[in-house]
């Protein structure tokens, strides 16, 4: 499932494509993925114009003149692509259909626009296309138990150690992971952050005293913000339809990189599982919590 950066990749990119297009036509093949009234669908969405695109934890906000918003989750396989003549665009899920001729078996639902079209593909169709009125959006039980966004400016060190103690019985990792303490970290960014934090993935949270934790912070949000200038991550995201990827494994530290030398130390870094996840890390660097 993408994390933070690759759905902030996909938001940037449709940002500067979509706004100011008139929405002309819906269709989709797959209720689950479109799972609106057909009667709303054509009063709300056909005839709006699109006035923004926003992103809140792994979710995409498409905002509509009609003061209705088109809420997506790509989940484990979906793409949004646009197309309008020479202008391609997307990300998402890397295989052919973000290159090839739209739409295909995998498309679930596609948006005419005034000379353009987006696409949204779903290979396993657990993605969705919701579409909500804009006021409403936030009361969504989703939105309602996910925790804050990690790269707000009002996000403090303070913020994020209070919301961490919440857990403080619990490892390091999993808290990470846990959306409801905060929006968007994943597997690659919680293991790059706590690499770079110099923490084991199982140290408890209550173990770690405040420095520590300040230290977790600035490297989360540092990791985070490179991720998102690099494009996300090379081998799970594509920036665009071209195919270009993008970047941010070429800067990793440990991610996917077992039996290399750890770029600090030059120990071997191993893979484990934390969370009931893959798991990597450098045991010089990141001691390993005593039993």
Not at 36 to 47: H, L
Not at 162 to 191: C, E, F, M, P, T
Not at 232 to 246: C, L, R
Not at 258 to 281: D, L, Q
Request: glycine residues 8%.
């Amino acid at each position: 499932m993408p994390e933070l950066p690759e759905v902030e990749t996909v938001k940037i990119g449709l940002a500067r494509l979509l706004l100011g297009h008139v929405i002309s036509d819906v269709d989709f093949d797959w209720p689950k993925s479109f799972p609106n009234d057909p009667i709303a669908a054509k009063a709300f969405v056909v005839g709006a114009k699109i006035l923004g695109v926003r992103r809140r934890a792994k979710v995409l906000l498409i905002d509509l003149s009609t003061d209705y918003t088109l809420v997506i989750h790509l989940k484990m396989t979906g793409q949004l692509v646009y197309r309008s003549g020479k202008e391609k665009f997307g990300a998402g899920h890397p295989n052919d259909s973000l290159i090839g001729e739209l739409p295909d078996k995998s498309t679930r639902v596609t948006l005419t626009l005034d000379g353009a079209k987006l696409y949204f593909n779903d290979q396993r169709k657990f993605g969705w296309m919701k579409l909500l009125p804009t006021d409403e959006v936030m009361q969504m039980s989703f939105f309602l138990k996910v925790g804050p966004e990690p790269l707000d400016p009002e996000f403090t060190p303070a913020d994020f150690i209070k919301r961490l103690d919440r857990r403080s019985n619990s490892g390091i990792k999993a808290v990470l992971l846990d959306q409801s303490v905060i929006a968007g970290v994943g597997n690659i960014y919680a293991d790059e952050s706590l690499w770079a934090a110099k923490i084991h993935p199982l140290a408890k949270v209550g173990d770690l005293t405040k420095v520590r934790l300040t230290k977790l912070y600035n490297e989360l949000q540092y990791v985070l913000q490179l991720a998102i200038d690099k494009g996300g991550s090379s081998d799970k995201n594509y920036v665009n339809a071209e195919g270009k990827k993008g970047s941010y494994m070429d800067f990793a530290k440990v991610f996917r990189l077992e039996g290399t030398p750890c770029p600090r130390c030059g120990r071997i870094i191993e893979k484990t599982r934390v969370a009931g996840r893959g798991t990597h890390v450098c045991l010089n660097c990141q001691k390993k919590p005593r039993a």
